[in-house]
């Protein structure tokens, strides 16, 4: 089983960084991509960013591509999500979640998923 516990989010302004923390547990880990995924009120949850547990391998939507990183810390089963130059269109629940080592962009291919965690940007 894998457990994924998120921390991070907050209240920031439009222009500021923000760094997303997802910690994550689970022998399989290895064979595993860690995600984010975000929801804002009254839409879909969209890809965000997600990166192979092991090996080469990132993927960044293209909403965010340029302002959003994302990066792992394997002796602390941690992933993170940098994010810089927040938009109020930013503005969502921001979900960690982890599945088997395919289609890593989609919402369907991920198994566990954190509680998610809240970003709210003002201007």
């Known amino acids: 089983q894998v457990q994924l516990v998120e921390s991070g989010g907050g209240l920031v302004q439009a222009g500021d960084p923000l760094r997303l923390s997802c910690a994550a547990s689970g022998r399989t880990l290895s064979s595993y991509n860690i995600g984010w995924f975000r929801q804002a009120p009254g839409k879909e949850r969209e890809f965000v960013a997600a990166i192979r547990w092991i090996g080469i391998g990132t993927y960044i939507a293209d909403s965010v591509k340029g302002r959003f990183a994302i990066s792992r810390d394997n002796a602390k089963n941690a992933v993170y999500l940098q994010m810089n130059s927040l938009k109020l269109e930013d503005t969502a629940v921001y979900y960690c979640?982890?599945?088997?080592?395919?289609?890593?962009?989609?919402?369907?291919?991920?198994?566990?998923w954190g509680q998610g965690t809240q970003v709210t940007v003002s201007s």
């Open positions: 979640a982890a599945g088997p080592a395919v289609a890593p962009t989609r919402l369907t291919a991920y198994t566990h």
